[in-house]
C-alpha cells in the first residue's frame, strides 16, 4: 500500500445542495471504504456546477466543466454514482458522460489515452428497478474513454418498486450492499495501484 492513490466522487443526483441525497451519501460510503485502502478522496455534487451542454473539453463562458475536468484528470479512481429515474440514470449523469467523450481525443505523452491506467466504479440508488441496465450504460461509457473496471465494481441499492423510500432513509445499509462497496473499493484500490506501477503500453 505504498503507492498513494486518490479518487473523485462525482454525483449525479438531480437535488441541488444542500438537500439530502442518497447517491451523496453511498458515494460517500464508497470513499469511506476507499479510505480503508490508502486511497484520498473528494466529492462533487455535478448539479451544483453550470456545466454546458457539448462534447468537448471546454465549452466557452459560463462553462465550469474545465475545472470538475482537472479533478477527472487529477484522480486515480473516479467513483460515479447516479439515481434511478424511469428506469434510466439520470440527465446529470448523462451530461457528465457526454462531457468525458472529450477525452477520446486527449492523449498522454506516449500516445495514450489521457484516461488510460485510471478505475472506475459504478454506484446507482432508486426505489425502482434498472440498476444492472444503467452499470452497463456507465462501464461501457467510461470504457469508451479510458477507464478500466474492476470485478464487481458495479454497487447498488434497489428499494421496493411503487412503495416509495429512498436509500438515505434507511435505518442501516444492507448487509449485500455494504458487502458490495467493501469489494468494489478492495479490487479498485488493488486494481488502481497496480496500474499506477505497471501502466498499460503505449500503441
Not at 484528470?73 to 468525458?100: C, K, N, Y
Not at 462501464?139 to 458495479?154: E, R
Request: hydrophobic share 45%; aromatic share 4%; glycine share 6%.
Amino acid at each position: 500500500m505504498d503507492t498513494a492513490l486518490t479518487a473523485l466522487a462525482i454525483t449525479c443526483t438531480l437535488k441541488p445542495s444542500p438537500a439530502e441525497s442518497s447517491s451523496d451519501l453511498m458515494a460517500t460510503q464508497i470513499l469511506d471504504a476507499l479510505k480503508e485502502h490508502g486511497v484520498t478522496g473528494d466529492l462533487v455534487r455535478a448539479v451544483d456546477l453550470a456545466i454546458a451542454p457539448g462534447v468537448e473539453t471546454d465549452m466557452g463562458d459560463g462553462d465550469e466543466w474545465p475545472t470538475l475536468r482537472e479533478k477527472v484528470l487529477a484522480a486515480d479512481i473516479l467513483v460515479f454514482v447516479t439515481p434511478t429515474w424511469m428506469g434510466q440514470h439520470s440527465s446529470v449523469a448523462q451530461r457528465v458522460l457526454e462531457r468525458l467523450d472529450a477525452e477520446l481525443s486527449e492523449t498522454d505523452d506516449q500516445g495514450r489515452p489521457i484516461l488510460f491506467d485510471k478505475v472506475a466504479i459504478a454506484g446507482i440508488v432508486g426505489n425502482e428497478d434498472g440498476a444492472h441496465h444503467i452499470a452497463a450504460i456507465l462501464f461501457q461509457s467510461l470504457n469508451d474513454v479510458g477507464y478500466t473496471v474492476a470485478a464487481q465494481s458495479s454497487v447498488y441499492w434497489n428499494g421496493e418498486a411503487m412503495a416509495g423510500g429512498d436509500y438515505k432513509d434507511l435505518d442501516e445499509t444492507p448487509e449485500p450492499v455494504q458487502k458490495t462497496i467493501d469489494t468494489s473499493a478492495r479490487n479498485a484500490a488493488h486494481l488502481a495501484r497496480a496500474l499506477k506501477i505497471s501502466a498499460f503500453p503505449a500503441a
